[in-house]
């Protein structure tokens, strides 16, 4: 059996009940949800029955110049499909999220490799330190503005 995406009208509805006031939009397949409330909506999706979300495949972070948008990809091993959810961040300075860690042990590198290359941190998260860069290296290499 082929594993399945779930579209964002679908998650939509679901994650809106779920986690009222976390929804801001679908799009394409595509699940925004409002930055502050991004660990809530992975919680939910994780521990929802009929969701099951017990893979976090990747979180990755692209630079807009005028703001940042992650990227969530989210499988469910046991039910067979997949969910991309994105959010968005505004601006270049102090730009933080709530960690997914305490859901996916996984998340440990890849928050901590968008924390030292792109500069967005993730509070709660408990070793918030650089992965790849030494510390004290000056600035985050992979941001736009980054000269």
Request: with cysteine.
């Amino acid at each position: 059996m082929a594993v399945q995406q779930l579209s964002g009208s679908d998650l939509s509805s679901l994650v809106g009940a779920g986690v009222p006031d976390s929804v801001e939009r679908e799009e394409d397949g595509v699940l925004w949800v409002k930055a502050p409330k991004i660990a809530d909506v992975c919680g939910f999706m994780k521990s929802d029955a009929g969701l099951d979300f017990n893979f976090l495949n990747s979180i990755s972070a692209v630079d807009y110049i005028n703001h940042f948008e992650l990227v969530y990809h989210l499988t469910s091993l046991n039910k067979r499909h997949t969910a991309i959810v994105k959010t968005r961040l505004d601006g270049r300075e102090d730009l933080s999220l709530p960690s997914v860690y305490h859901l996916w042990r996984g998340a440990d590198f890849q928050e901590r490799e968008i924390w030292d290359l792109m500069g967005v941190s993730f509070s709660g998260h408990p070793n918030m330190k650089r992965i790849m860069l030494w510390e004290g290296f000056e600035g985050h290499p992979l941001r736009k503005d980054y000269l």
